[in-house]
């Protein structure tokens, strides 16, 4: 199938490592040009030239800590500057800490919020006025599903998921009418470089041994385990592309059909 997406320009962000960098990876495969940006200037420029290596197509890394107005602005105008307009805006950067309400700290929301939620919204708004000026443009929110299927222990992500959800919703229907469309991809656990700091506090909040804590979410998935990188990024490709221009304010989960969180998991096994 041909996605249509040849020469096309894509912003990615947190696009050093993990789901991002599968991303950058497979939209620079299937023809796009593709800026990405993270904090980490030395591997974001590491990744840059792996992606160029491995597609043969122009990557631009964009040093940015979203958490700054000032440099999502200074990404989003740069991709546009160095390319000449902007097809795609994939908003993936950040994280938020898991934990139990009594184990976070007021920074601990505030970076939930600030990165995952905020960044978010400030490249969004930064990238609509050249998007509006094209007369087109594609949105792709990675969210999570902990905004919808709720888990006490993950109760910091899943504030920032369920309001990342609600924004894709209400600009979705705000831009349409621009042709610029939004949608969001929510994954379940996914195996990333984060995943083992994940399980390490799984471990340590609830008092059980690290292996035990590594087979929680593939417990409560029926396919039996998580997600890898690259099946996430397959959907946001295809999502990504003209062919799905018009699923706009949906959101569609990739977490292996999982019907409970970690919790419930914990209470059964």
């Known amino acids: ?60 890394a964009i040093a940015a800590d979203l958490t700054r107005p000032e440099d999502a602005q200074a990404f989003i105008d740069g991709t546009v500057a160095h390319f000449g307009r902007l097809d795609i805006l994939v908003n993936n950067a950040g994280a ?60 910091a992500p899943g504030a920032a998921n369920a309001a990342g959800q609600n924004f894709t919703i209400s600009i979705a229907a705000q831009y349409g009418r621009e042709n610029i469309t939004v949608c969001a991809v929510n994954p379940g656990p996914v195996r990333t ?30 396919l039996g385990r998580i997600a890898e990188c690259d099946e996430v990024a397959n959907l946001v490709t295809y999502l990504a592309s003209p062919l799905a221009h018009f699923v706009n304010g949906t959101m569609i989960e990739i977490d292996g059909g999982q019907q409970k969180p970690l919790m419930d998991a914990l209470r059964d096994r």
């Open 1 to 60: 199938m041909d996605l249509q997406l040849d020469g096309k320009i894509a912003a990615v962000t947190g696009g050093s490592i993990g789901i991002g960098r599968a991303i950058a990876e497979s939209l620079a495969s299937e023809g796009c040009k593709v800026a990405i940006c993270a904090r980490d200037k030395e591997r974001l420029d590491n990744a840059a030239a792996a992606i160029r290596q491995r597609t043969g197509q122009e990557t631009l």
């Open 96 to 155: 938020a800490p898991g934990g139990v309400l009594e184990g976070l700290s007021e920074e601990d929301w505030e970076a939930s919020l600030q990165l995952k939620f905020m960044g978010y919204v400030r490249c969004t708004r930064y990238a609509v006025p050249h998007m509006r000026r094209q007369g087109v443009g594609r949105i792709v929110n990675l969210i999570g599903n902990d905004g919808i299927k709720h888990s006490y222990w993950e109760v």
């Open 193 to 222: 470089e984060r995943w083992d700091g994940l399980v390490r506090a799984m471990s340590r909040d609830m008092e059980i041994s690290y292996d035990e804590a590594d087979q929680l979410a593939p417990r409560a998935i029926p």
